[in-house]
């Protein structure tokens, strides 16, 4: 079955310091995609980064870098010198295909506060 | 382009009645999904429309239907509220990135 797991239910960083969100993933299939969203205090889920299951480059835009490791189902994302409008609840996801169809999860969330 | 529009952002209603949500999809985009967000139960995946025909369904009850136009818009609806169902209700469409969806603002429905 698949589940994804962001055990940081909530971070309070100053603002300038770097931090990183965890994310640990389960799922049986070798073709998948990982994501990251940003959920702001408005509610919309803003898409942040997609991850193919067969690439493990990691990736940097701006003050933001995803590390992927297979070998510990893990997509952790760092954000660099944070800023108070980073404050937001990210969100990582699983995305397979059941079926034929997509199936995606979501972990619970991370809700980071970043203080001025 | 233009994101994805959720109308109306704000719904309170009263147990018992019924409700219809709506979401435009991103120009072009097919598919439309919808998921519902609650602090206790997270992000949980309702449907999924494409051209018109669902093709997914999570687990919810009867109670809640959607349905999909020719234009790609779709709508939600939920019968006989209950005061559980209350929550910000997301809609995603997605093109042909993979897998990739895109968000609305979200409408939040308050069940009294």
């Known amino acids: 079955a698949q589940k994804v797991t962001q055990a940081q239910t909530e971070i309070s960083v100053v603002e300038k310091e770097d931090v990183t969100l965890d994310c640990v993933y389960e799922?049986?299939?070798?073709?998948?995609?990982l994501f990251w969203y940003k959920q702001p205090p408005s509610g919309e889920l803003v898409f942040l980064i997609r991850?193919?299951?067969?690439?493990?480059q990691n990736e940097i835009s701006g003050r933001y870098s995803w590390n992927f490791q297979k070998s510990t189902s893990s997509f952790n994302f760092t954000i660099t010198a944070s800023q108070v409008v980073d404050s937001a609840v990210y969100f990582c996801?699983?995305?397979?295909?059941?079926?034929?169809?997509?199936?995606?999860?979501f972990g619970t969330g991370t809700k980071l506060q970043v203080i001025p | 382009k233009a994101g994805v529009t959720q109308t109306p952002r704000y719904l309170i209603k009263t147990r018992g009645q019924q409700v219809t949500l709506s979401c435009s999809p991103i120009?072009?985009?097919?598919?439309v999904s919808w998921y519902q967000q609650t602090p206790g139960q997270g992000l949980q995946f309702l449907f999924e429309?494409?051209?018109?025909?669902?093709?997914n369904k999570g687990n919810f009850p009867g109670r809640f239907s959607g349905r999909q136009f020719s234009n790609s818009r779709s709508e939600m609806n939920v019968s006989t509220l209950e005061l559980g169902d209350s929550a910000l209700y997301l809609c995603?469409?997605?093109?042909?990135?993979?897998?990739?969806?895109?968000f609305g603002p979200g409408t939040r429905l308050t069940v009294l």
């Open positions: 120009s072009g985009h097919r598919s």
């Open positions: 429309y494409f051209s018109e025909t669902q093709r």
């Open positions: 799922t049986r299939d070798t073709t998948y995609y």
């Open positions: 996801a699983l995305s397979e295909r059941a079926g034929g169809y997509q199936k995606v999860t």
């Open positions: 995603a469409s997605m093109g042909t990135a993979p897998d990739t969806q895109y």
């Open positions: 991850r193919n299951s067969f690439d493990e």
